[in-house]
T-cell receptor, first 115, second 110 residues
Framework: NAGVTQTPKFQVLKTGQSMTLQCAQD?????MSWYRQDPGMGLRLIHY???????DQGEVPNGYNVSRSTTEDFPLRLLSAAPSQTSVYFC??????????????FGPGTRLTVL | AQRVTQPEKLLSVFKGAPVELKCNYS??????LFWYVQYSRQRLQLLLR??SRESIKGFTADLNKGETSFHLKKPFAQEEDSAMYYC????????????FGDGTTLTVKP
């Protein structure tokens, strides 16, 4: 199992550009989430999904869109990049029910810089 | 609303000393508490969860519902314990969502 994979690992954008951060998991997990990690602010939830076709907003959703057309993939779209979106982005997945309920499995992260 | 507070951003101890990373939470339902660790240049990974009641790498954490705390402890710190530690909460009323604290950077000096 590859677990949770994210691409790209690094990205530099100019203000106003759009892009999609990719996330995929091969563990057949129902739940997937996107977080951003900023110094001194921990991990903040952007969007999450409890299954294919179902998404919801987290703590800091503005400027980001998500969709979940398959169980495996959960892409995060930046519509018009802003310097405030400079951050490290982590995707995570988890599976409800059973002994490992809600244990999150994280991807390696994408370091995004917006100039 | 749910909240996780880690009051210490930085914690520094000497090798062999005891270490305690504090975590307090607020949640109206039945919480599940976790500690995640991020070593340098590695992804976040689960260290332990309260429901398992196990010791991982010498670390333990006890859920104290009266004090709404889930402090992480280790009696003798090792240099390889140096990392960022996050306390996290999820629960039966917020499926799929986890709330993380701001994290504590632990440095174990030789």
């Amino acid at each position: 199992n590859a677990g949770v994979t994210q691409t790209p690992k690094f990205q530099v954008l100019k203000t106003g550009q759009s892009m999609t951060l990719q996330c995929a998991q091969d563990m057949n997990h129902e739940y997937m989430s996107w977080y951003r990690q900023d110094p001194g602010m921990g991990l903040r939830l952007i969007h999450y999904s409890v299954g294919a076709g179902i998404t919801d907003q987290g703590e800091v959703p503005n400027g980001y869109n998500v969709s979940r057309s398959t169980t495996e993939d959960f892409p995060l779209r930046l519509l018009s990049a802003a310097p405030s979106q400079t951050s490290v982005y982590f995707c995570a997945s988890s599976q409800p029910g059973g002994r490992s309920t809600d244990t999150q499995y994280f991807g390696p992260g994408t370091r995004l810089t917006v100039l | 609303a749910q909240r996780v507070t880690q009051p210490e951003k930085l914690l520094s101890v000497f090798k062999g000393a005891p270490v305690e990373l504090k975590c307090n939470y607020s949640y109206s339902g039945s919480p599940e508490l976790f500690w995640y660790v991020q070593y340098s240049r590695q992804r976040l990974q689960l260290l332990l969860r309260h429901i398992s009641r196990e010791s991982i790498k010498g670390f333990t954490a006890d859920l104290n519902k009266g004090e709404t705390s889930f402090h992480l402890k280790k009696p003798f710190a090792q240099e390889e314990d140096s990392a960022m530690y996050y306390c996290a909460l999820s629960g039966n009323t917020n499926a799929g969502k986890s709330t993380f604290g701001d994290g504590t950077t632990l440095t174990v000096k030789p």
